[in-house]
């Protein structure tokens, strides 16, 4: 299955028109995705493994904390306008974003 295929069974499943979607509520992501282990961290986010409760396909789940005294809003916004641009093999795709009250989780 190409990259192509895969973002547009993604789109089905979570029955989106478009890759980088936008989600809101607490914990919604829990209905799309089984939450895994951990799987790295930075100063601004950690992430985990996630695997999709329908296709069983693998995700890593970037979440950021709202909570962060380093917590930038636009900066986030910006992150994820260029990401949900960008198509190409050597670099993650968004699939979806899930903004919550304290935390956001970008789906690549």
Known sequence: ???????????????????????????????DYTLGKKIGEGAFSEVFLLRSKTSKA?????????????????SLEKEVQIMKQTVHPNVMRLFAVYDEPFKTHLVN
Do not use: T
């Open 1 to 31: 299955m190409d990259l192509v295929q895969v973002q547009q069974k993604v789109c089905e499943e979570l029955n989106v028109a478009q890759v980088g979607a936008i989600f809101k509520g607490v914990d919604r992501i829990l209905k």
């Open 58 to 74: 693998a995700f890593a789940d970037k979440i950021i904390s709202k909570l962060n005294e380093s917590y930038d809003h636009p």
